[in-house]
């Protein structure tokens, strides 16, 4: 048996490859196309002690026109024994007033992109170490190219630059959290169609009927190829026992992607429910054909 | 051990009519509408098979494999056979990986973790994998 025998040279060269290799994670550059210097107005409420979360999704809501106080968003995010708030409560908070909450890719580039728009995106950010965390949501409002810096409304400063260097060190560690928050019809400028398509789901799951339909509304819109925003909008619908409108979109859903076997189920559900039992039954033939055509191997 | 015996006879009945009811059950809940969460969740799966099938175009994920003793077809085969949850797992794990470094080494171990589980029979993910034992 032959051993390996470690030298020092390789050792010390493994030992610098883990060095560097851990810092491309986080060595951030500035990314091109975003040269000048953009900020968007957003009201700011300086937070009071160890509230940042009320005080950011305030802010966020306010940059839309939503009328919100960091004082009566406390009780729906602020958990006093935790000195703080959760993800997915600010999330669902926003939620509970309408809005879209898009969740960003964990990219530098994403966040700018957003902030280019006139986007402000609500980012969590962990202060200190992963293992005595300092959780901390800012609101960020633009960037400085020049200075290399985002622009934040964070704690209790106001447009408060902080090198991307040190935003990414602190975001990194929260793994990257950050979201956009946008009245439905509107559609972020990073928006993927299916992650856009979830959001509006997560508001048809939280009985927000009317932001999910203006939200299906936009993705059908803006992404014709979409068979979810018209299942969505047929889905409200029947949801809310409007069988002939559910029809509609149900057929044109079948209409444009005859080969998607849910488009056709739940057209013949819709047709039941008016009675129409034997087109019903003849749209769930339909179904089954569409079922076995994608099941095919090699097929998907 | 003759009283146990007659009550399994009656236990079984019981049984066997609460599996019947059950299945009645679940009729008018299966003929009932999709709904959009389900269209999403088996649209995002699709997207990611296919992104995964495409990084195996790549030579070096090729030549890896093959080195590996792993045929193509046998690893399309597979992937075709991944749970949306699967397939989430490993772009997590990807997108965690620093930009350009190790995607090979990702593709291949996740790909590989597995089928030699299947070879041990700790899962039984792949039903064209005989395992060892």
Redesign the interface.
């Known amino acids: 048996m032959t051993s390996v025998q470690l030298s020092p040279a390789r050792l010390y060269l493994v030992a610098l490859l883990g060095v560097i290799l851990s810092g491309c994670a986080s060595q951030p550059k500035w990314p091109a196309n975003y040269e000048a210097t953009t900020v968007t107005e957003v009201p700011f409420h300086p937070q009071e002690q160890y509230q940042c979360g009320p005080a950011s999704l305030a802010m966020m809501l306010n940059a839309q026109d939503v009328t919100a106080t960091p004082d009566e968003l406390v009780g729906k995010v602020y958990l006093p024994e935790r000195k703080g708030a959760l993800q997915v409560e600010m999330v669902a908070a926003a939620r509970q007033y309408g809005m879209l909450v898009y969740p960003l890719e964990p990219k530098l580039n994403a966040v700018l992109q957003e902030l280019k728009a006139g986007n402000p995106v609500l980012v969590l950010q962990n202060l200190r170490f992963d293992w005595w965390p300092q959780w901390h949501f800012a609101v960020a409002i633009g960037y400085d190219s020049q200075k290399e810096a985002l622009i934040l409304h964070s704690g209790t400063e106001k447009n408060y630059h902080l090198p991307a260097s040190a935003f990414m060190a602190t975001w990194d560690r929260s793994e990257r959290w950050a979201r956009v928050i946008l009245p439905p019809d509107q559609i972020p400028a990073t928006a993927e169609p299916l992650a856009f398509l979830m959001a509006a789901h997560d508001l048809e799951t939280t009985q927000q009927s009317d932001a999910a339909k203006s939200a299906y509304k936009a993705a059908a819109k803006a992404w014709p190829n979409q068979p979810a925003a018209l299942l969505g909008l047929g889905n409200l619908a029947y949801q809310q026992n409007q069988w002939a409108e559910a029809e509609k979109y149900y057929r044109t859903m079948t209409e444009r992607f005859p080969d998607i076997s849910a488009g056709w189920n739940n057209l013949a559900e819709a047709l039941s429910r008016q009675g129409k039992n034997e087109e019903s039954s003849a749209m769930l033939n339909k179904a089954q054909k569409a079922k076995e055509g994608s099941k095919q191997p090699g097929n998907g | 051990m003759h009283a146990i015996r007659s009550y399994t006879q009656s236990i079984s009945a019981i049984m066997a009519l609460v599996m019947v009811l059950s299945s009645m059950w679940a009729i008018p809940a299966s003929?009932?509408?999709?709904?959009?969460?389900?269209?999403?969740t088996e649209?995002?799966a699709?997207?990611d098979?296919e992104a995964l099938m495409g990084m195996l175009e790549r030579e070096d994920v090729k030549t890896t494999l093959a080195r590996m003793g792993v045929g193509e077809q046998e690893v399309r085969d597979r992937i075709?056979s991944l749970t949306p949850s699967e397939l989430a797992d490993f772009k997590q794990q990807l997108?965690e990986a620093?930009?350009g470094?190790g995607v090979v080494g990702i593709i291949v171990l996740f790909l590989l973790v597995f089928i030699i589980t299947d070879m041990l029979c700790a899962t039984d993910i792949f039903p064209f994998i005989n395992c060892i034992r």
């Open positions: 003929a009932n509408i999709v709904g959009t969460g389900e269209l999403l649209q995002r699709d997207i098979r075709q997108a620093p930009t470094e």
